[in-house]
């Protein structure tokens, strides 16, 4: 059951065993539940944003996004997926990418709605990290618990 909770995580989120086991590890050292720290990195990270957003219509493709460079973060190109936002931060695309017919019909009718944590303006085409997420605000539902357990062996 660890094992698959484990899997559910790191498939959701497009991670490699060596990622999520250093996410663990700074999760582990950080104050707080582990567990919830650990998700709390995990949706802070700048491709998860950008797919939250309603951006991109998949994580997979929003990595793909920020790694053409199509994605400002407080206004520089940044080519980095696992960058973690922080609060105050501000998230924009290129004029380029905002022409994109995919980011358009995404744009259009997001995949999801948008968390209470960001918040998006339109007339600027950019976005603003207000607060950090918690546990709460994560899509995938996953025991954190049986997460950590797997790694604390």
Same mark, same amino acid.
């Given at each position: 059951?660890?094992?698959?909770?484990?899997?559910?995580?790191?498939?959701?989120?497009? #991670?490699?065993?060596?990622? #999520?086991?250093?996410?663990?590890?700074?999760?582990?050292?950080?104050?707080?539940?582990?567990?919830?720290?650990?998700?709390?990195?995990?949706?802070? +990270?700048?491709?998860?944003?950008?797919?939250?957003? $309603?951006?991109?219509?998949?994580?997979?493709?929003?990595?793909?996004?920020?790694?053409?460079?199509?994605?400002?973060?407080?206004? +520089?190109?940044?080519?980095?997926?696992?960058?973690?936002?922080?609060? $105050?931060?501000?998230?924009?695309?290129?004029?380029?990418? +905002?022409?994109?017919?995919?980011?358009?019909?995404?744009?259009?009718?997001?995949?999801?709605?948008?968390?209470?944590?960001?918040?998006?303006?339109?007339?600027?085409?950019?976005?603003?990290?207000?607060?950090?997420?918690?546990?709460?605000?994560? #899509?995938?539902?996953?025991?954190?618990?049986?997460?950590?357990?797997?790694?604390? +062996?």
């Amino acid at each position: 059951m660890q094992l698959l909770e484990k899997q559910k995580l790191r498939f959701n989120y497009g #991670l490699t065993e060596r990622q #999520l086991r250093r996410l663990y590890k700074e999760a582990h050292n950080a104050k707080g539940i582990t567990g919830n720290v650990m998700v709390s990195m995990l949706e802070r +990270r700048l491709d998860n944003v950008v797919f939250r957003l $309603g951006i991109c219509p998949t994580i997979p493709a929003a990595r793909q996004l920020v790694n053409h460079r199509h994605v400002l973060l407080n206004g +520089r190109r940044v080519d980095i997926p696992s960058i973690r936002t922080k609060q $105050g931060d501000v998230i924009a695309l290129t004029e380029r990418a +905002r022409k994109f017919q995919y980011v358009v019909e995404s744009l259009a009718s997001p995949a999801v709605g948008l968390p209470q944590w960001l918040r998006w303006t339109d007339g600027n085409a950019e976005a603003h990290v207000v607060a950090v997420p918690t546990i709460h605000d994560a #899509l995938l539902e996953v025991d954190t618990q049986l997460i950590v357990e797997f790694y604390a +062996r």
